[in-house]
């Protein structure tokens, strides 16, 4: 099994940053891609930022200029550097991987969320 636990979320006020973090463990093979969705209240889950291995970055229009995806490949770890945050950026966030086994299956995972709050 694969395990994606997301951290780094929390309650911040407009203009400001926070970095969330991804750490994948478990029956690993390899990582093709990781990114991050998110999903507000009352709305549906939406992309935000995917880094495949190898590949370039995409971003969420929405995003883009604020938002920066990296990953630490010896770490199977991902990360969203979140800039110059907007009230519109609340949301539950999680993160997503896909993923060649040890026994070799490509398969899709999900972490539980972490909450951004952004908030006068």
């Known amino acids: 099994q694969v395990q994606l636990v997301e951290s780094g979320g929390g309650l911040v006020q407009p203009g400001e940053s926070l970095r969330l973090s991804c750490e994948a463990s478990g029956s690993i093979f390899v990582i093709n891609s990781m990114g991050w969705y998110r999903q507000a209240p009352g709305k549906q889950r939406e992309f935000v930022a995917v880094m495949p291995s190898g590949g370039p970055t995409n971003y969420a229009d929405s995003v883009k200029g604020r938002f920066t995806i990296s990953r630490d490949n010896a770490k199977n770890t991902v990360y969203l550097q979140m800039n110059s945050l907007e009230p519109e950026d609340t949301a539950v966030y999680y993160c997503?991987?896909?993923?060649?086994?040890?026994?070799?299956?490509?398969?899709?995972?999900w972490g539980r969320g972490t909450q951004v709050t952004v908030s006068a």
């Open positions: 997503t991987a896909s993923v060649r086994t040890v026994a070799r299956v490509l398969t899709d995972h």
